[in-house]
């Protein structure tokens, strides 16, 4: 009897020991990968998740084992197991539903905020590139200079500017620009179709290792679709002359194996103003993507824009209350600007072994910028006026690798990231000049040419064991900063480098399928603008951010979910660039903390109301009490609306943005005026065709979209003065569009 037990326990440890495991692929419709779809063996207790190919491998799965896959947007699946599975391998194919919020399994989601951020995007698609960043939740924009600068951005008490403390990018290519004519980190998102956006992935905070130089505040990444469902074409027509047209077309579309669209914007508009925009913008996007076998898959993205624009300018509010101008007058209606921006991209995404995953992207963008702009009026000059033109032509070079390991020691499963990459930026003839008219150059205030490099490596590591993910990590950043100043009649090339190091470590502990707790810190910083640092002497070549979040996302009904967030963040340095002199302003140290929270609420099955809120205290440490507001960072800001699909035939939606009353300067003297805006869009689609009305500011609120505190002077005054110089927000806009299928 002794005997046959010792036999029976070694069979079994054999068996165990040569346990099988199960490898697959997840694909949707149109044969295209899923990625993070939860794969769970209900009888052995084991779950894994597709990596961005759409494969998985399950661990010690047998034949006659049920699967149980899911992810939010597609239907439930269940399957038994075959021996021929195991010895060959599974497809298994998904087919798309309508996003459920009480589907949401917090164990199940790898990021649940950005899962709620997709449904976010399926239910409130964006149809201008204005709307874009606002669907990353507590991301507030506004827009001035004629529609064609890049948007000023607000985020957890930050003024970012057009992109100083966020890091963005597209499908692994960076927006940002580094050392940019108008303003360190310059982000100018308008190359980007909203229709062809696939996926959003954000984080708040300097969390994440993958992210570097701008991620302070937090970093946005954009993923372009593979492909698209069906061709279509769209026009659209609105109040001030304003004209959109859109096409979309499948090159590829009868192979199962490779696929190739293109998307073809236009716009036009003149605006609100009484000296037209005169606004235009075309988009080109062409996207390849082809499986070089059943894992591997590799894409060519190519794309260019172009826009021009006149602008009014920002007005100060003593002309709009003595009557000179209205809200729609300018006092230098010869504003305004071009720019262009054509990208090439590959991406390879290569299964090296069956835990191994390495995927790597390089790219090269060829960038032109002209500007013109008018501050100050007659302040500086009160002859021919302050008219000012920053200028640049710039190509980018880089490239991104990442390789992924996967093992796992005993109960716990490990994933290990490491990362290297680099970016070269060569900037020719960057220039800043006073200017009249738009065609006269009076003076050249800075002339010459930059090139910077950032070289970076990275290692990430994830724990899972039992419920606590655990999520160490480290980044080393290197730049290269060289400029030659062209107006210095000595050749010089002016040099210097730096390298940073930037630890994180993460923890998030799923309590039940219905709560997940995390806690966040880590360290970043954000670049300066190499004239700066090689001609002033900047002490903080890499300021630093030193940040920590404390929340939880919880669902406490199967149609509701709460996410809530306290943080904290040191910046080393505030920088402020002054476009009028080019130089940029260091102010010390600062400290933010706050309070984010964000609901998500599915009344029915057509009917969906999200709503997100950020409360910040903002303050500089090295003034006094009083004298230490941090000018025009917001202390709460509130966003969200309602939402319909399939009713019947109609979809559409109500949205809404608060921003509170700001200080402009230090001591809070000068006040930035707080806005609610609405806006409401209805779509009716019938077979191909579908009908679209939008309405902007429905109930026509005179709001101011972007203000300063700014010293100026008016041709007909004798002495400066120092008030709010604003935007004014578009009034009461619809707009009208058809769109047809085929």
């Known amino acids: 009897m002794k005997q046959k037990l010792i036999l029976f326990f070694t ?34 207790n084991t779950h894994t998740h597709t990596n961005e190919n759409g494969s998985f491998i399950l661990e010690n799965t047998v034949a006659d084992d049920i699967l149980e896959i899911g992810l939010l947007g597609f239907e439930k699946k269940e399957i038994t197991i075959t021996k021929t599975d195991i010895e060959n391998g599974i497809t298994i194919a998904l087919v798309s539903k309508i996003f ?198 590799i894409s060519l993205t190519a794309s260019h824009f172009t826009s021009s624009w006149d602008a009014s300018g920002q007005i100060p509010e003593r002309a709009v209350a003595n009557g000179s101008i209205n809200r729609f007058g300018a006092i230098d209606d010869t504003e305004g600007g071009f ?60 490239m991104n690798v990442q390789l992924s390991n996967i093992v796992n020691y005993g109960n716990v499963e490990a994933t290990y990231t490491k990362g290297v990459g680099l970016r070269y930026d060569l900037i020719n003839d960057i220039e800043l000049s006073h200017t009249k008219n738009r065609s006269e150059t009076l003076e050249q205030i800075q002339l010459g040419s930059v090139k910077q490099t950032n070289m970076y ?19 080393l950043d290197y730049f290269k900063f060289l400029y030659n100043d062209r107006l210095n009649p000595t050749y010089t090339t002016l040099s210097k480098s730096e390298a940073i190091v930037s630890p994180k470590l993460n923890f998030l502990y799923t309590q039940k399928d219905n709560l997940q707790w995390y806690l966040k810190s880590g360290i970043g910083f954000h670049s300066n603008d190499a004239r700066v640092i090689l001609q002033q002497e900047t002490d903080k070549i890499l300021p630093r951010a030193y940040g920590a979040d404390f929340g939880n996302i919880w669902k406490p009904t199967k149609n509701l979910v709460l996410n809530t967030a306290v943080w904290y963040l040191l910046s080393e340095e505030e920088l402020v660039y002054v476009g009028d002199a080019g130089v940029i302003e260091p102010s010390g140290k600062s400290e933010r903390f706050g309070f984010d929270f964000g609901l998500r609420y599915q009344f029915t099955d057509w009917l969906y109301l999200d709503t997100d809120l950020t409360a910040t205290k903002a303050r500089s440490l090295e003034n006094i009490s009083g004298e230490d507001y941090i000018p025009l960072s917001p202390d709460f800001t509130m966003s969200g609306g309602l939402s319909f699909s399939n009713l019947g035939n109609f979809s559409g939606g109500l949205r809404y943005r608060f921003i509170d009353d700001r200080p402009a300067n230090e001591d809070n003297s000068i006040v930035a005026d707080g806005y609610f805006v609405s806006d409401f869009n209805i779509n009716y689609k019938m077979k191909n065709i579908t009908f679209g009305v939008a309405i902007e500011n429905i109930f026509d609120v005179a709001w101011n979209e972007t203000q300063f505190a700014t010293e100026s002077r008016l041709q007909n005054e004798t002495e400066s003065v120092e008030e709010i110089h604003f935007t004014p927000g578009t009034p009461f806009f619809a707009k009208a569009t058809i769109t047809y299928a085929f």
């Open 11 to 44: 069979i079994t440890l054999c068996l165990q020991s040569f346990a099988q495991h199960l490898k697959g692929r997840v694909v949707d419709d149109f044969k295209q990968p899923i990625e993070n779809v939860y794969i769970y063996n209900s009888i052995k």
């Open 100 to 297: 459920q919020l009480d589907e949401l399994v917090l164990r199940k989601e790898i990021n649940a905020l950005e899962t709620i951020t997709k449904v976010d995007l399926e239910l409130n698609p964006v149809n201008s590139s204005q709307e874009i960043l606002r669907k990353v939740p507590g991301l507030i924009i506004g827009q001035h200079a004629g529609g064609g600068k890049a948007e000023q951005i607000f985020l957890r008490g930050f003024d970012i500017d057009h992109g100083t403390d966020i890091s963005l990018s597209v499908d692994g290519m960076p927006i940002n620009m580094v050392s940019h004519a108008h303003g360190q980190g310059y982000s100018d998102l308008h190359f980007l179709i909203p229709e062809t956006i696939q996926k959003i992935n954000f984080g708040k905070g300097p969390y994440y290792a993958n992210t570097g130089d701008f991620n302070t505040a937090g970093y946005v990444d954009f993923s372009t679709k593979k492909a698209i469902n069906n061709n279509s074409v769209s026009v659209g027509f609105g109040d001030f002359n304003s004209l959109r047209t859109l096409g979309m077309f499948n090159l590829l579309d009868t192979k199962k194996d490779q696929n190739a669209y293109v998307a073809v914007e236009y716009i036009e508009t003149d605006g609100a103003f009484e000296s037209p925009q005169n606004f235009n913008r075309v988009n080109i996007f062409g996207k390849y993507n082809a499986f070089i076998n059943d894992t591997d898959r």
């Open 339 to 398: 720019t262009s921006r054509t990208n090439f991209n590959i991406e390879l995404n290569k299964t090296l072994d069956d835990a191994s995953l390495l995927k790597a992207n390089a790219f090269y963008s060829h960038y032109n910028f002209e500007l013109y702009s008018n501050f100050t009026f007659f302040l500086e000059d009160a002859l021919n006026g302050d008219q000012i033109k920053q200028f640049e032509d710039r190509d980018i070079f880089g």
């Open 457 to 475: 490596a990275f290692f990430n590591a994830d724990f899972e064991v039992g419920k606590f993910k655990i999520s160490p990590s480290v980044r």
